[in-house]
């Protein structure tokens, strides 16, 4: 799995864009900008920063990890492929005024695509277990061999290739690598680590937030450091007691230390 900012200097002068489209709520004089930006994210009012996309590229993902990224409702991405005649740019001109509590889903078409000769994800667990894994590659190998027949099948039959294509590739499956593109707002990306930093998060994804938390720290530090679980962010853990993994104590756990501390007071 490869992760590339499409956008950098957008992300290297995040604080002073985001500062300089927020100074308008106080009338405040754009030299401060930067520091407005700052203020504002410290602070969580982070309206001012959807003004701003974070856009990535990336590869070498399976199909079942992509669609959920798509799941999120706070942020908007595009497709890879430019198979509706769209670029990144121009879509987003049709999508200004988008409540950033909805998204626009879309990514690598296997419609489109040629699959043939597909390439894979292997699960972790599935790799350290030789029976499993030989399993698996034949499982892969099988539906490789039957989507290359029913493509010829079908063109026998008097199917046209695109046509024959785009049935046989029904037979893929979500371990299937693709690629997509991505833009977030900084409230969004912030809102998506929160969800797929926490241990909980299915290894693959968070492997990918991982790796997007990374590519944003080698350009801008700071606001890296804002990308982290949810727990972190709230220093309690929203998942409940059944499903905590401990780093952090429930709600329910700190409120009953809050109501000890009171009552020795």
């Known amino acids: 799995m490869k992760v590339k900012i499409l956008n950098e200097e957008v992300l290297k002068n995040l604080y002073k864009n985001h500062g300089v489209f927020a100074c308008t709520c106080y009338n405040t004089p754009e030299k401060y900008a930067e520091r407005v930006g700052k203020s504002c994210e410290k602070d969580g009012h982070m309206s001012g920063s959807r003004c701003e996309y974070i856009k990535f590229r990336i590869d070498d993902i399976d199909r079942g990890t992509s669609e959920q990224c798509m799941r999120h409702e706070i ?53 350290m277990c030789h029976t499993a894994d030989v399993i698996y590659k034949k499982a892969m190998s099988d539906i490789e061999n039957a989507r290359k027949q029913i493509k010829k099948a079908l063109e026998e039959f008097g199917v046209k290739e695109k046509r024959a294509n785009e049935c046989a590739n029904f037979v893929l499956p979500r371990a299937t ?77 700190l409120k009953s230390i809050m109501e000890r501390r009171k009552s020795n007071e």
């Open 75 to 127: 942020g908007v991405s595009f497709p890879f492929e430019d198979m509706d005649n769209y670029t990144f740019d121009s879509y987003s001109e049709k999508v200004i005024d988008v409540s950033p509590d909805q998204i626009i889903k879309n990514l690598a078409s296997f419609r489109y695509i040629n699959k043939e000769g597909f390439t894979y994800t292997t699960p972790q667990e599935i790799q």
């Open 177 to 253: 690598e693709t690629s997509l593109t991505i833009g977030f707002t900084p409230e969004a990306l912030i809102h998506f680590m929160h969800k797929r930093l926490c241990n909980r998060a299915q290894p693959e994804i968070r492997k990918l937030a991982l790796l997007i938390k990374e590519a944003v720290g080698n350009v801008n530090p700071e606001f890296a450091s804002e990308l982290v679980p949810h727990c972190q962010h709230l220093l309690w853990c929203p998942e409940g007691e059944k499903m905590t993994c401990g780093a952090y104590p429930t709600k329910d756990n």
